[in-house]
């Protein structure tokens, strides 16, 4: 499993939803609580920055800086090649990065959050575009294993993610992902 690889793959797929955003889209409602889809956009662009920064500097210094402009493609794709790029190197992996408030990380451990956090956004976005969502399923697995670590303690305070749902009897791996992380797998535009 070459992880930046499946990161890679899972940002190609919300690379494809992100290019049909219409700036009427802008103002839809997402499953996080809260955000229309121009707030969702903007925290993808501002965590893929952040995580390029920490990759290369060891930290980064602010984690809400996105901007989507007058072209949120744009700034969608400038972000991940810009997370790409800074994390193309396997020096990145063994490096100590502070990822926002959650503390210090070897790269690899980094990697595995931004890789959580992709699957889990683009399933948003998708569903506030009424649209498939069909993530790699190697990344689905790598990503519901790392969920499954996430203590639901303190989500609310950190603004990580809400407290995990009950996961149904024979659900698929992506519902169980999701409602590791607290969201409602059945939630579509109302």
Known sequence: MNLRELDRRTLLVLDKLVAGVTPADLARPTPCA??????????????????????????????????LGDDPYAAYRASVDDFLDAFADDAVLERQLTINHFGTFPGAIAAHMHLVDTVAHGWDLARALGLPYEPDAEAVDIATKL????????????????????????????????????????WTLS
């Open 34 to 67: 809260g955000w229309t889809l121009a707030d969702l956009l903007r925290h993808q662009v501002s965590e893929n920055h952040a995580f390029a920064t920490a990759a290369r500097e060891g930290s980064a210094p602010d984690w809400d800086a996105g901007v």
């Open 147 to 186: 969920a499954e670590r996430i203590p639901d303690e303190g989500r609310e305070k950190n603004g990580s993610f809400a407290r995990s749902l009950a996961v149904p009897a024979g659900a698929s791996e992506l519902d169980r992902f999701l409602a590791l992380l607290g969201r409602d797998p059945a």
